[in-house]
């Protein structure tokens, strides 16, 4: 089946296949997460909710540009630290063991996430991007797609950069470095669980990783200055601890969204924030 898949795409263009290859991965979310909102529904609404063909463009936007634009602002970051310390600032890191690496480069990538995404909160040039996000009113596991390019480019270069400034991650050489696209990779399918509608909680656990009710509760509906809930984290809740931003959970979330009077149409959430105003104004 397999070989046959490889013939068939044999000589067919990259974009084409980068679009081929990310309607297989949106189909096996589908199959994944719309059984367990059916099964497991925190709120009831339908699995065609409001706006999701927008969030299945914003899937395909999110998947095929952020990925290219970080690669050239790392390697542009990277070549002018490159004169300071060619292998990072700690460059015996890169040396660990692949597992304790791992688990450094997560931790690290995740203060860095957590900066980020406080940053769009906290900056209202930056909030007039991060708001798209925000302007979600019903929750699932796609509006994790639901991103401005410049919101998600900001937020994961503020995660990997960290990893190859340290030296934990090394751009080039003959071996790919598994260790950070291991790291965007789990933060990427994580980001599906903490969007979705589904009721699960994990008791002890929520102490250690990021939930669904945790992070609905970071989407509690906002003002529209995008000052609000806390629960930054993406992935360890232990962050907002030691900034003072986590919020427990409690119970469920009874109203997403913002007063941030974001466009319906996708074209206008695109240019909105270039215009010198947040979206919708």
Not at 39 to 63: C, E, G, K, N
Request: hydrophobic share 50%; charged share 15%.
């Amino acid at each position: 089946m397999l070989e046959a898949l490889r013939g068939l795409t044999t000589g067919w263009p990259a974009w084409a296949l980068d679009l081929f290859r990310h309607s297989n991965g949106l189909l096996l979310l589908v199959v994944v997460f719309v059984p367990l909102e059916r099964l497991f529904p925190l709120h009831p609404q339908p699995a065609l909710r409001r706006a999701w063909r927008t969030d299945a463009v914003y899937y395909f936007i999110s998947s095929l540009l952020p990925p290219k634009l970080v690669l050239m602002a790392v390697a542009a970051l990277l070549w002018a630290l490159h004169s300071v310390a060619p292998q990072g600032l700690f460059p015996a890191l890169h040396d660990l063991p692949t597992t304790a690496r791992l688990a450094l480069s997560i931790a690290v990538a995740e203060v860095g996430f957590y900066g980020g995404h406080r940053a769009m909160h906290t900056w209202p040039v930056l909030w007039r991007f991060h708001a798209v996000h925000h302007s979600a009113e019903q929750m699932d596991w796609l509006v994790n797609t639901r991103a401005h390019p410049v919101d998600l480019v900001l937020t994961r270069l503020c995660g990997l950069l960290p990893l190859y400034a340290l030296g934990l991650a090394r751009p080039g050489g003959e071996q790919t470095d598994w260790v950070p696209l291991l790291v965007a990779l789990l933060g990427s399918t994580w980001g599906y669980l903490i969007h979705a509608n589904v009721r699960w909680r994990f008791g002890p656990l929520e102490q250690l990783v990021a939930t669904p009710a945790f992070h609905h509760r970071h989407h509690e509906h906002l003002g529209a200055d995008g000052r609000g809930h806390g629960n930054y984290a993406a992935l360890l809740p232990v962050v907002d601890r030691l900034f003072g931003t986590w919020h427990a959970p409690g119970g469920a979330v009874q109203r997403y969204g913002t007063d941030e009077p974001v466009p319906a149409a996708l074209l206008d959430q695109l240019m909105g924030p270039f215009m010198g105003r947040r979206p919708g104004r």
